[in-house]
């Protein structure tokens, strides 16, 4: 049995027991923006799930501009992500602290509640959005792809 066929296999029972889990699985990267290395269904999924008042301050849906105000946020998103973290940026900071972008701030997740308490808080918990993919193609120069990513 060759080494290509037992990796598929591997890659693919993983990717079916996370989704068996609540995870969303993606079999091939096609939605994946790579310029921002990020998947927009996801955000966008995700902030209108839990933030739609603050997503519609800055998105103005069915607007003309929509797709450029789209672009936009993920943008700032792409940004705070690339920002060393000792200047409040990278992906810890932006998960714990969320982004602002013009007159709306951002969640980028929510943790898992220590409590049921809060209702709020357990929705919101419960809309998170794991996502994993087979085969992600990262680059614009070229064909490599990753085996698998969880986002």
Same mark, same amino acid.
């Given at each position: 049995?060759?080494?290509?066929?037992?990796?598929?296999?591997?890659?693919?029972?993983?990717?079916?027991?996370?989704?068996?889990?609540?995870? %969303?699985?993606? *079999?091939? /990267?096609? =939605?994946?923006?790579?310029?921002? !290395? +990020?998947?927009?269904?996801? @955000?966008?999924?995700?902030?209108?799930?839990?933030?739609?008042?603050?997503?519609?301050?800055?998105?103005?849906?069915?607007?003309?501009?929509?797709?450029?105000?789209?672009?936009?946020?993920?943008?700032?998103?792409?940004?705070? %992500?690339?920002? *060393?973290? /000792?200047? =409040?940026?990278?992906?810890?900071? !932006? +998960?714990?602290?969320?982004? @602002?972008?013009?007159?709306?701030?951002?969640?980028?997740?929510?943790?898992?509640?220590?409590?049921?308490?809060?209702?709020?808080?357990?929705?919101?918990?419960?809309?998170?959005?794991?996502?994993?993919?087979?085969?992600?193609?990262?680059?614009?120069?070229?064909?490599?792809?990753?085996?698998?990513?969880?986002?």
């Amino acid at each position: 049995m060759s080494t290509d066929y037992r990796e598929q296999r591997f890659e693919v029972e993983l990717c079916e027991h996370l989704a068996a889990n609540g995870w %969303l699985y993606s *079999p091939n /990267d096609r =939605g994946y923006d790579k310029a921002r !290395a +990020l998947w927009p269904e996801d @955000v966008f999924g995700w902030l209108a799930d839990t933030q739609p008042d603050e997503l519609a301050k800055v998105v103005k849906a069915g607007d003309t501009n929509e797709a450029r105000q789209r672009g936009q946020v993920l943008d700032r998103v792409r940004k705070a %992500l690339d920002t *060393p973290h /000792d200047h =409040g940026g990278g992906t810890i900071n !932006a +998960l714990r602290n969320g982004v @602002v972008h013009l007159n709306a701030r951002f969640r980028l997740a929510e943790f898992r509640p220590e409590s049921t308490l809060n209702e709020q808080t357990v929705e919101r918990y419960a809309k998170v959005r794991l996502r994993v993919v087979r085969q992600v193609r990262y680059s614009q120069g070229n064909t490599n792809a990753t085996d698998l990513v969880c986002s």
